[in-house]
């Protein structure tokens, strides 16, 4: 009877196992894979680099050359066709870091050559690189900016890419998150209005800068590298519809500066950095679609949903 039983325990285990291989195995994950998230920088359809004239700028239709190009990118994450986020495993190299939970990239477009050789470099990154889970995936969600924990950190000597001093904003005590900057041809106006003791004063500037990054930052009482920000001023921005192997993201400069006379500075800082009175950054932040003025604190809206400024474009 003994050896009976043993016969049947057996079999039973064989079938056990057998319904298990069927379905996979209760202790089977699934394989990473890796992936390879593409960046460009475009005008409407027309690529645009360096060495690229830009027309039909801003309000004024004006051509312009790009002197800088280069964003940072946060906890990007890809939708599978289950609608669940699934965050992007990092590699690890110098253009991209995680720091526990949170993840960031700088995407560098601007080669040091052209307009870009003044203050540009050489070195370019387009591409977040890293791992998910084998599946299908349909879209793709991020942040541009830089998580508040890794904000306020040294730059010097610090962690790559957080130690790029082109995105150094040392009088907020940050990141500039993102750094474009327009040389319009004709450059740009800038009138000073008269005074009971002085005259108008009209100047020309060659440059109109998009500086986006935290502002109210003040260090907390006792502390020389902690910081809190009343205007986070990150913006998030979502494709629908994304296919990480036949499609990358595009930043479409001229969407971005479609509502903004480029050719004009009626105040403040050259073009918009950020201040929340600048005149010139309300119709850029509306692009980005991250909340704007005093008392808004600067968050996205609605999460980045009705946002054109990225896009995705054919490899």
Not at 83 to 106: C, F, I
Not at 206 to 233: E, M, Q, R, W
Not at 235 to 248: E, I
Request: hydrophobic share 40%; with cysteine.
């Amino acid at each position: 009877m003994s050896s009976f039983f043993s016969v049947i325990s057996f079999a039973s285990s064989l079938v056990a196992a057998a319904v298990l291989t069927a379905c996979g195995g209760s202790s089977s994950t699934p394989a990473d894979k890796a992936v390879s998230i593409t960046f460009a920088a475009v005008n409407g359809t027309t690529p645009v680099t360096c060495a690229t004239t830009l027309t039909g700028m801003g309000t004024t239709g004006v051509s312009a050359a790009v002197q800088d190009l280069r964003f940072y990118i946060t906890n990007v994450v890809l939708i599978n066709d289950k609608g669940v986020a699934v965050p992007v495993k990092l590699d690890a190299n110098k253009w991209q870091l995680t720091q526990g939970s949170e993840m960031v990239s700088l995407i560098d477009l601007e080669n040091a050559t052209g307009a870009c050789a003044t203050g540009g470099t050489a070195d370019m990154n387009a591409v977040i690189t890293g791992t998910v889970p084998d599946g299908t995936y349909v879209g793709l969600k991020a942040s541009v900016g830089v998580p508040e924990t890794m904000n306020h950190t040294a730059v010097a000597g610090g962690t790559p890419p957080l130690d790029s001093a082109a995105m150094n904003w040392s009088w907020q005590s940050g990141r500039k998150f993102t750094k474009i900057e327009l040389n319009p041809v004709g450059g740009i106006t800038k009138t000073v209005a008269a005074t009971a003791t002085t005259a108008a004063v009209v100047s020309n500037i060659p440059t109109f800068n998009l500086h986006v990054g935290s502002t109210g930052c003040t260090a907390k009482v006792g502390t020389t590298d902690i910081y809190t920000c009343t205007n986070l001023n990150l913006s998030d921005f979502s494709l629908s519809a994304f296919n990480v192997d036949t499609q990358k993201v595009a930043l479409d400069i001229g969407q971005l500066f479609k509502t903004s006379n480029v050719t004009i500075e009626n105040g403040g800082a050259a073009g918009c950095m950020s201040g929340t009175t600048d005149p010139e950054c309300p119709a850029l932040f509306s692009e980005l679609q991250i909340s704007f003025g005093s008392g808004s604190n600067g968050q996205p809206i609605n999460g980045g949903t009705a946002q054109k400024v990225f896009k995705a474009i054919a490899k």
